[in-house]
């Protein structure tokens, strides 16, 4: 959005409104609930009366809760204990529900071989439950260890002979929340020393929460060392938790925060701009001066030189196309997170991870993200910290 565009302060009043919100919140709930009720409770599986009451309660006091967990957790007052349970049961209810409805696939394909009811549902309540069990302590590892590194080379050919083998570390999402993840990050910042990187990135969601609640896990990022920049660029999250109150922190803890504005970098006596713009959400936010602005970024750089642009979303590629970047990072997508959330992440974003090319000119890295957001599980979607080594073309 330019900073011509005007903003709502207020959204206008709707009718029926927040009836639509209810059926729809309502709907969600019954479908997530009810079909893995529906498959390991109901369905055929003929269960004695007791498991089936106790099944069925179970549900139905756990479909009751969330809402009003999540509410706890993450509205205005704040409960971490709350979000804790509301973001696990969210994450068991989603495999739940993925494996629930390829399971009734599978009682489709035992119905043709010619296997009835209980034996075909119960063959099917086994192996959705245990295929949800190992997924989802799997995943839940995947999510709270340190992330592996990921290698990443990228040609830019306006690069100078000077900066060709710079070492770029990138980091974004780390969503530091309720969960307490200070020696993670603490884990974190290690790897990535043992880099030895010359710059070092943060694309933004650095946490859910203000700067007050989340400061000892963000600590360790002071202690992170590159040999020419450490930067940092909003994401959306931080439009939830005090944005400007996270920029000048990152600042105070020896990062430059990029807000909408860049540093040159300089090695083997050729140049490099490394700018950053704020989230692509920021100017709805109400945060007086966020807003995303490209010209601002890069104003009064000298065009001859390549650009490393920081933009937290790969959505964001589009103004980076049309100001000539020359490689933009990015994170936001965490790579779906949860199978098979990506097909709806690729519905918002153009890339879900990955390098890819934009243009004649634009390459865009989107990292899966070194941390998580809300469920405490990664399913079939890595977390990483991306090293990307930068080469100039080769004659």
């Given at each position: 959005?330019?900073?011509g565009e005007?903003v709502?302060?207020?959204?206008?009043?709707?009718?029926?409104?927040a009836?639509?919100f209810a059926?729809v919140v309502?709907?969600?709930?019954?479908?997530?609930?009810g079909v893995?009720w529906?498959?390991?409770i109901?369905?055929?599986?003929?269960?004695?009366t007791?498991?089936f009451?106790t099944?069925?309660v179970l549900?139905?006091?756990?479909?009751?809760?969330f809402p009003?967990?999540m509410?706890?957790?993450h509205g205005?007052r704040?409960?971490?204990?709350a979000?804790?349970i509301?973001?696990?049961l969210?994450g068991?209810?989603?495999?739940?529900?993925?494996w629930?409805i390829l399971?009734?696939?599978?009682s489709l394909?035992?119905r043709?071989a010619g296997?009835?009811?209980?034996?075909?549902?119960?063959?099917?309540t086994?192996?959705?439950a245990?295929?949800s069990?190992v997924?989802l302590l799997?995943g839940?590892?995947?999510?709270?260890?340190?992330?592996?590194v990921?290698?990443v080379?990228?040609t830019?050919?306006r690069l100078?002979?000077?900066l060709?083998?710079?070492?770029v570390?990138?980091?974004t999402?780390?969503?530091?929340?309720?969960i307490?993840?200070?020696?993670?990050?603490?884990?974190?910042t290690?790897?990535?020393?043992r880099?030895?990187?010359?710059?070092v990135a943060h694309?933004?969601?650095i946490?859910?929460?203000?700067v007050?609640?989340?400061?000892a896990?963000?600590?360790?990022?002071?202690?992170v060392r590159?040999?020419?920049?450490?930067v940092?660029?909003?994401?959306?999250?931080?439009?939830?938790?005090?944005?400007?109150r996270?920029?000048?922190?990152?600042?105070?803890?020896?990062w430059?925060?990029?807000?909408?504005r860049?540093?040159?970098v300089?090695r083997?006596?050729?140049?490099?701009?490394?700018?950053?713009?704020?989230?692509r959400t920021?100017?709805?936010?109400?945060?007086p001066?966020?807003?995303?602005?490209?010209?601002?970024?890069?104003?009064?750089?000298?065009p001859a030189?390549?650009?490393?642009?920081l933009?937290?979303?790969?959505?964001?590629?589009t103004g980076?196309?049309?100001?000539g970047?020359?490689l933009?990072l990015s994170?936001?997508?965490?790579?779906g997170?949860?199978?098979?959330f990506?097909?709806?992440?690729?519905?918002d974003q153009?890339?879900?991870?990955?390098l890819?090319r934009h243009?004649e000119?634009?390459q865009?890295?989107?990292s899966r993200?070194?941390?998580?957001?809300?469920?405490?599980?990664r399913?079939?979607?890595?977390s990483?910290?991306?090293?990307?080594?930068?080469?100039?073309?080769?004659?």
């Amino acid at each position: 959005m330019s900073v011509g565009e005007t903003v709502e302060a207020e959204p206008r009043r709707r009718p029926g409104r927040a009836a639509r919100f209810a059926l729809v919140v309502a709907t969600v709930l019954l479908l997530l609930f009810g079909v893995p009720w529906w498959t390991l409770i109901w369905s055929g599986n003929d269960w004695p009366t007791g498991v089936f009451v106790t099944g069925t309660v179970l549900f139905a006091g756990v479909a009751l809760a969330f809402p009003l967990l999540m509410f706890s957790g993450h509205g205005a007052r704040h409960h971490d204990g709350a979000a804790r349970i509301a973001d696990t049961l969210l994450g068991v209810v989603w495999v739940l529900f993925v494996w629930s409805i390829l399971g009734n696939v599978l009682s489709l394909v035992l119905r043709v071989a010619g296997v009835d009811d209980p034996a075909r549902s119960r063959i099917v309540t086994a192996a959705v439950a245990g295929i949800s069990l190992v997924l989802l302590l799997w995943g839940h590892y995947e999510a709270m260890r340190v992330s592996r590194v990921r290698r990443v080379d990228v040609t830019i050919p306006r690069l100078g002979a000077g900066l060709d083998g710079l070492r770029v570390v990138l980091l974004t999402d780390t969503h530091y929340g309720p969960i307490d993840r200070e020696r993670w990050s603490r884990g974190v910042t290690a790897v990535v020393n043992r880099l030895e990187p010359d710059i070092v990135a943060h694309t933004g969601d650095i946490a859910d929460g203000e700067v007050a609640e989340r400061r000892a896990m963000a600590a360790p990022l002071g202690d992170v060392r590159a040999a020419l920049a450490r930067v940092y660029v909003t994401g959306n999250h931080e439009y939830f938790s005090g944005a400007q109150r996270w920029v000048e922190h990152m600042a105070s803890l020896g990062w430059e925060a990029l807000h909408n504005r860049h540093v040159i970098v300089t090695r083997g006596g050729d140049s490099l701009v490394v700018a950053g713009v704020d989230d692509r959400t920021a100017a709805g936010s109400g945060v007086p001066g966020h807003h995303m602005d490209h010209e601002a970024a890069l104003g009064g750089a000298d065009p001859a030189l390549p650009i490393l642009l920081l933009a937290h979303q790969p959505q964001q590629i589009t103004g980076a196309v049309a100001h000539g970047v020359d490689l933009q990072l990015s994170g936001h997508t965490h790579g779906g997170q949860m199978w098979p959330f990506h097909y709806l992440v690729r519905l918002d974003q153009p890339v879900l991870q990955g390098l890819s090319r934009h243009g004649e000119r634009t390459q865009l890295y989107t990292s899966r993200g070194t941390g998580f957001w809300g469920p405490p599980f990664r399913v079939f979607a890595p977390s990483e910290i991306t090293l990307l080594t930068l080469h100039a073309s080769r004659p």
